[in-house]
């Protein structure tokens, strides 16, 4: 097999290893199923733990490596025992998603069947969102890069808000673009514009860099929220979200809430993309209470594995990787509407193995995708 595809393996703490584990065992399922080449997965140590017993929270060759990779998927990173001086905890995929520019956060939130519904409104069974949330600038600026903090002794700490023409532009394209993929599957393809634009100079900006790029997309529609009306809207009438835009910290915090909405951060699902790179990984942390106890619920970084694939197809032009992540996400539907996915998060009976062995033989069976 010559040219082989590498995903750049980052496995990072706590449960992100055994959701990594279980990652590669159904991607590797869905490949074969779907008749496309075998992926080489190349891991590369970086985390808390590698910083702890190291020196260095990613291995020396890591970002090089990760870069030179056709796609990186990562677990989980950073342990709350293991900090910096100044009490920030230890995360080189900041640094990650800002040396390799992967501006679009793509953070789906879809309800499914038997899965917990946390709100009664039976309209909540149709949630089906995406949280686009700018993953390189906004309020993780001087996050991004370990030091870019203002401190001024210990009397004051500036963080800074940083928004720039060039990455908006680009990432309210992808808004748009993404609306009009859904929208030929069904969705309503609508993008809002989540912001603070009444109060805030930068998010006035970043408003005003949407109202310039949406006329380039006229069959889709506008909406505009500003963030603290829109954390009630999602509680109000989540099914009425389509595409939601928004900065860096807005969307960290809106695709928890988002997430729990459908479950829990054990269903939610993460690709970051830039130009030239993308990273894939689920949206929760590395759960350190239950980690290594075979508890965690790997679904979120088993749907970030098809994204990956999703993503491979389109970079490559291999369309059975499509076909691939879509087996994984048939079987994840097919799973939890025959009451076959009871992950322990939902107060089930299922393990990150119990839920992993099952998806194996839901993609074994012969049920062939909708779409494939
Ligand atoms: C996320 C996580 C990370 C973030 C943390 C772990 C640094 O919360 O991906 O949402 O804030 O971006
Ligand atoms: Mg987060």
Redesign the pocket.
Same mark, same amino acid.
């Given at each position: 097999m010559e040219n082989r595809q590498t995903v750049a393996l980052i496995k990072g703490d706590g449960i992100g290893v055994d959701v990594s584990n279980a990652t590669v065992r159904i991607v590797n399922a869905a490949l074969e199923k779907a008749g496309a080449p075998q992926l080489t997965f190349e891991e590369i140590n970086a985390g808390a733990t590698c910083f702890a017993e190291t020196g260095h929270d990613i291995a020396p060759d890591g970002e090089d490596r990760a870069g030179a990779a056709d796609a990186i998927f990562l677990g989980a990173? @950073?342990l709350p025992s293991i900090r910096h001086e100044d009490g920030t905890e230890i +995360?080189p995929?900041?640094r990650l998603r800002d040396r390799f520019g992967l501006y679009a956060g793509v953070r789906p939130v879809k309800a499914y069947p038997n899965a917990p519904q946390r709100l009664a409104d039976p309209r909540a069974a149709s949630i089906d969102m995406v949280i686009l949330r700018e993953s390189t600038e906004g309020l993780?600026y001087s996050a991004a890069a370990h030091g870019r903090s203002q401190i001024i002794g210990d009397s004051e700490v500036r963080d800074t808000l940083r928004i720039t023409r060039t990455t908006t532009e680009k990432l309210h394209r992808f808004a748009f673009r993404l609306a009009q993929k859904r929208k030929a599957r069904g969705a309503p393809g609508c993008v809002t514009c989540v912001d603070k634009a009444n109060v805030f100079a930068s998010m006035a900006f970043f408003r005003k860099i949407y109202d310039e790029i949406a006329p380039e997309f006229p069959n889709i529609d506008r909406a505009y929220a500003y963030v603290d009306a829109q954390a009630l809207n999602l509680i109000r009438a989540p099914w009425e979200a389509d595409v939601l835009v928004m900065e860096n910290m807005f969307g960290?915090i809106l +695709?928890d809430l988002a997430g729990g909405l459908v479950g829990g951060m054990g269903m939610a699902a993460?690709a970051e993309i830039g130009d030239n790179h993308g990273l894939f990984?689920p949206?929760h @942390?590395s759960a350190p209470d239950i980690m290594g106890q075979d508890k965690a619920n790997p679904l979120a970084a088993i749907l970030s594995g098809a994204l990956l694939l999703d993503y491979l197809a389109e970079k490559s032009d291999v369309e059975s990787f499509a076909k691939a992540g879509q087996w994984i996400e048939h079987a994840v539907d097919a799973g939890f509407e025959a009451n076959l996915l009871r992950p322990m998060e939902f107060g089930g009976d299922m393990g990150t193995d119990a839920v992993t062995t099952q998806l194996l033989s839901l993609i074994a069976a012969d049920a062939a995708p909708k779409s494939a």
């Open positions: 990173i @950073g +995360s995929h900041l993780f960290d +695709s993460c990984q949206a @942390g």
